[in-house]
């Protein structure tokens, strides 16, 4: 069954390493019962605002599955919340769920709106945590396993242990996966993004600039 294995935290933190010298990407886990709301979790702040945070990435989740995969590739155990999500799952590929599922976990109705891209930030976090964090930024983004960014239907209550119930798949067919290989891989894949209904504005722009091209 599905679920959240743990909810984690953070908050802004001074570092002249990150490139507007602060990040919150050190989240911890918390215990007990988090409020869920629009703009994310209870305890939670976002940095960067510029490039983080708002509705359409309310909340960011990574599987164990995947933590687990990159703990065998860098040789080292990786613990919940160190890649800055806010929800680690168990039992779900995220990277293959589409586009605009919804999910239930606690009170709470989640939608997927978009994906994470590394950075130079992660790469910087990854290498003062002691994991080899060499061209970390390509290595990551050739797996195509980046967790969804997340947007809140409806606010609620979420704890580690929650069940995660699918209460609607699209059908379309844009997975995560996809939606971060036409970002970031294959640029011949971004028309392929508009068959998503709820598509966010930045990127929707983005794939119709990408088929005017193509006329």
């Given amino acids: 069954m599905p679920c959240l294995v743990s909810v984690n935290v953070g908050r802004p933190r001074e570092a002249d390493w990150a490139g507007i010298g602060r990040t919150s990407i050190d989240k911890a886990a918390v215990s007990g019962p988090v409020d869920l709301g629009q703009l994310g979790l209870a305890g939670d702040?976002?940095?960067?605002?510029?490039?983080h945070g708002g509705v359409?990435?309310?909340?960011?989740?990574?599987?164990?599955?995947?933590?687990?995969?990159?703990?065998?590739?860098?040789?080292?155990?990786?613990?919940?919340?160190?890649?800055g999500?806010?929800?680690t799952t168990s039992g779900i590929d995220v990277n293959e769920a589409e586009v605009g599922e919804r999910w239930q976990v606690g009170t709470a109705i989640i939608e997927i709106a978009?994906?994470?891209?590394?950075c130079n930030d992660f790469k910087m976090w990854m290498g003062l945590n002691g994991y080899d964090n060499r061209a970390w930024v390509r290595r990551f983004a050739l797996e195509a396993?980046?967790?969804?960014?997340?947007?809140?239907?409806?606010?609620?209550?979420?704890?580690a242990g929650d069940e995660l119930t699918v209460l609607h798949r699209p059908g379309h067919g844009?997975?995560?996966?996809?939606?971060f290989r036409a970002l970031?891989?294959?640029?011949?894949?971004?028309?392929?993004?508009?068959?998503?209904?709820n598509l966010g504005p930045r990127i929707r722009a983005r794939a119709e600039r990408y088929v005017a091209d193509l006329v």
């Fill in 45 to 51: 702040e976002v940095s960067d605002t510029v490039n």
């Fill in 56 to 83: 359409d990435q309310a909340i960011y989740v990574f599987s164990r599955e995947d933590l687990d995969f990159w703990s065998a590739e860098l040789g080292r155990q990786i613990r919940d919340g160190q890649f």
């Fill in 85 to 87: 999500e806010n929800l």
């Fill in 114 to 118: 978009s994906v994470r891209t590394p």
């Fill in 145 to 159: 396993r980046p967790g969804p960014y997340l947007r809140v239907l409806q606010p609620g209550i979420v704890q």
């Fill in 174 to 179: 844009v997975t995560v996966s996809t939606m």
């Fill in 184 to 197: 970031m891989l294959d640029h011949s894949l971004l028309p392929d993004l508009l068959a998503v209904e």
